[in-house]
């Protein structure tokens, strides 16, 4: 994989902001903030973590699976897909 | 609020690890990881964060409300749990 990742870059910022927004509901965690002010926030990540998975699929979409089904594996890219789907799919 | 919130503790545990997890997949972006090893781990990631949601919840009914209803604050009890619940449930 890897040259074929358009998004990778946009991916890792992405991250970067999760991860600082949960290192913040952390904080308000430790100040005793209000319940439904952290529960709030808590939502706020799960959105972005589902937009982030998202651009990830993406990603595979447009990469890996296109490249591989140019190489006619058609086998592997189905499996391939399979894979990513059952991991991120509820 | 405040003194009412026995799981506080286990929260803020709960929001740092999350935090390193979250960081971790940052690393495995960066490191031009799998599509669906990075699935898998943003996948995990919500499920904790759900966790975390709902022991937040439970800090919520088990504190803030019984405190409220044993004040007799019926009215600002329900408001506030819907507001919580709101914040939360997708």
């Known amino acids: 994989m ?6 990778r870059k946009s991916i890792v910022n992405r991250l970067a902001r ?13 100040a005793d903030r209000d ?9 706020a990540v799960r959105k972005a973590l589902d937009n ?3 651009l990830i699929l993406q990603d ?16 592997e890219v189905i499996h391939d897909l399979q894979k990513a789907l059952n991991n991120f799919i509820r």
């Open 2 to 7: 890897g040259s074929n990742h358009q998004h």
């Open 18 to 30: 999760i991860e600082g927004h949960v290192r913040s509901i952390k904080e308000m965690a430790k």
């Open 35 to 43: 319940c439904s002010d952290l529960l709030l926030q808590i939502a």
């Open 52 to 54: 982030v998975g998202k």
């Open 60 to 75: 595979h979409l447009e990469g890996c699976v296109v490249e591989a089904i140019e190489h006619g594996n058609q086998e």
